[in-house]
């Protein structure tokens, strides 16, 4: 039983009763969570905006489309490297989002990062460019840099682990003061990805030290695609409980929000809007009203525009129970 409550009082049974003066809410046991006179969810809704023009353009796009939380990229997503940020647009990006009230937001590393393989070439741009965006999100105020964890390329599961685990060891001394956190996202486990196993993740932190510095982000679509069936609630509360029996719940700390293209353990990463794809409405459901994550980010990243964005938050936003 997840119980999670304040101001209550007991009956002579034992249980957990409403206090008239004091009410807050319920806890009933033998449910996982309850979905009834819960505390507000915290605003944590979001998506994935485009940078085009101006990184100052970011947030006023995300609160455009309603945007609680936004992710971004804090660079051209498919080269190595890019031009500084400036004082002046890091600073101007920072009055942007509190002028549009936003929170917990994220950047995702580019595409090209690979720090599991055991290519050296590839491997040392890949782990300078991780630390080149590392201090990006940093200067930015962000909280977050969501990265792939990478891919093997035919060097074995183990070995690109173990490459993935060192690397990170070797960055986490240099942002160990920052105010950011990395995040490992799932992967679905297309080609010699890895990373699309609880266990892996956990091993990958273990290699770096159990550093409280690095958390996962649950891609949905990524996790379905790798076989955890998520689309019923039993479903749902048992990939959680292995989650937190593997990795721990503390170090979940975002989440991208993604229906499927293709079905479970079909190991193909295929985003779909929210509802109209193999996982169905139900787990997004649980999801944004489960309390255990009531504040942690969630960002969306569905296939469309701007508008298709809108939305799929305005579909999230009618399932979360507390407006």
């Known amino acids: 039983?997840?119980?999670?409550?304040?101001?209550?009082?007991?009956?002579?049974?034992?249980?957990?009763c409403i206090s008239p003066q004091r009410t807050q809410y319920y806890s009933f046991p033998n449910t996982p969570y309850n979905l009834y006179n819960m505390p507000e969810m915290a605003k944590m809704l979001g998506a994935h905006v485009s940078i085009a023009g101006s990184i100052v353009l970011a947030p006023e796009r995300g609160a455009g489309i309603g945007c609680e939380v936004i992710q971004m990229f804090s660079k051209n997503q498919r080269s190595w490297g890019d031009k500084p940020i400036t004082l002046e647009s890091a600073e101007k990006f920072k009055l942007k989002m509190k002028e549009m009230k936003l929170s917990s937001s994220a950047a995702h590393a580019a595409y090209l990062i690979n720090i599991a393989t055991a290519k050296k070439d590839v491997h040392e741009r890949s782990k300078t460019a991780l630390i080149d965006e590392i201090n990006r999100v940093e200067q930015l105020g962000l909280d977050y840099l969501i990265f792939h964890p990478g891919s093997h390329l035919d060097a074995g599961l183990d070995n690109g682990v173990k490459m993935c685990g060192d690397t990170l060891k070797d960055v986490v001394p240099l942002f160990e003061k920052y105010h950011m956190n990395l995040l490992i996202e799932t992967a679905a486990g297309q080609g010699s990805n890895i990373g699309f196993r609880f266990s892996d993740l956990a091993r990958i932190m273990n290699i770096a030290n159990d550093s409280k510095k690095i958390g996962i982000c649950v891609d949905t679509c990524h996790i379905f695609a790798a076989g955890y069936d998520i689309r019923t609630e039993s479903g749902y509360e048992t990939i959680f409980k292995e989650i937190d029996n593997v990795i721990g719940l503390d170090r979940v700390?975002?989440?991208?929000?993604?229906?499927?293209?293709?079905?479970?353990?079909?190991?193909v990463d295929r985003h779909e809007h929210i509802g109209k794809g193999y996982i169905g409405l139900k787990p997004f459901e649980l999801l944004v009203n489960d309390q255990r994550f009531a504040k942690k980010p969630m960002y969306l990243e569905t296939p469309g525009d701007l508008e298709d964005y809108r939305k799929n938050l305005e579909l999230l936003k009618k399932l979360r129970k507390i407006q």
């Not at 039983?1 to 957990?16: A, P, R, T």
């Not at 700390?253 to 190991?267: E, I, P, R």
């Open 1 to 16: 039983m997840h119980v999670i409550y304040k101001n209550f009082v007991k009956e002579d049974s034992g249980s957990l």
């Open 253 to 267: 700390m975002a989440f991208h929000l993604n229906d499927s293209k293709t079905g479970v353990g079909s190991h």
